[in-house]
């Protein structure tokens, strides 16, 4: 949802240096990750940590002087303009992969292999943990396009974690199917979350929870924590959009 209307005078914005497409600077600080600007990043950002999923920080970025971005008319420009940024969360010390980077693309991907690089019971307790509300989120916003977009930590001590998520432009869209990909599980139908869950109790434990979630609510309250004008976002998609998610997780919880 590139509703840029949301900023005005009084939201909180980054001013930096365009790197290039895809990194902007500003001294002394990590580097900035840009792109279009989207209302459902914050909305991702806001419910990831009402859940405790660890996730980027997301905030509007400008390359102009704010007094020129707001003249602009033209769509295009104004999307130039002002992008959605965050810093590079990489900490020194941890080692960060992909999927991809985990098993070089051979083989068959699957959750138990991805585990089975756990160091020992505790750390696989603790990341099949994080996997989980990971897939729960995931799952509840309808999003499609995560796979390749986690960044596994292996820490000093051999240890591996999900590190922060991000990119949630893909979702709270369209909830008329019940497929969800991730890294090394695919759930292509109903049967699969429930067979999944015979397996794994805990993401049902997970998933129940969301039934209580006001998306709507989770909306108002990033909106007011950023300074955005929510004024002209139609809430009515996202009260329609949790309506769908719930009717769709009762059929998985069934």
């Not at 930096?16 to 001294?27: H, L, Q, R, V, Y």
């Not at 792109?35 to 997301?58: C, I, Q």
């Not at 695919?186 to 869950?197: A, G, K, N, R, T």
Request: proline share 2%; glycine share 6%; net charge negative.
């Amino acid at each position: 949802m590139h509703d840029f209307d949301v900023i005005n005078d009084s939201t909180p914005v980054i001013f930096a240096k365009k790197k290039n497409d895809g990194i902007a600077t500003i001294s002394g600080l990590p580097d900035i990750y840009h792109k279009d600007f989207d209302l459902t990043e914050f909305v991702g950002e806001e419910l990831a940590s009402v859940r405790g999923v660890s996730s980027v920080h997301y905030f509007p970025l400008l390359f102009e002087e704010r007094q020129k971005v707001f003249a602009i008319k033209n769509y295009f420009d104004k999307c130039l303009a002002i992008r959605t940024g965050s810093f590079d969360f990489k900490k020194e010390g941890v080692q960060y992969l992909s999927s991809r980077d985990l098993f070089h693309g051979d083989g068959e991907r699957s959750l138990e292999l991805l585990l089975s690089l756990c160091p020992n019971d505790q750390n696989r307790e603790e990341f099949l943990d994080e996997l989980l509300e990971l897939y729960a989120l995931d799952i509840y916003c309808s999003q499609t396009d995560r796979p390749n977009n986690i960044y596994y930590e292996i820490r000093e001590d051999g240890s591996i974690h999900v590190g922060k998520i991000f990119d949630y432009e893909q979702s709270f869209d369209s909830t008329f199917g019940e497929y969800y990909a991730s890294d090394f599980h695919l759930f292509d139908s109903i049967d699969d979350y429930q067979e999944f869950m015979v397996k794994y109790p805990m993401l049902k434990d997970k998933l129940t929870t969301y039934l209580d979630v006001d998306l709507e609510k989770i909306v108002r309250k990033m909106g007011y924590s950023r300074r955005f004008d929510l004024s002209s976002c139609n809430m009515d998609n996202y009260k329609r959009f949790g309506e769908e998610s719930y009717k769709k997780l009762e059929k998985i919880l069934k």
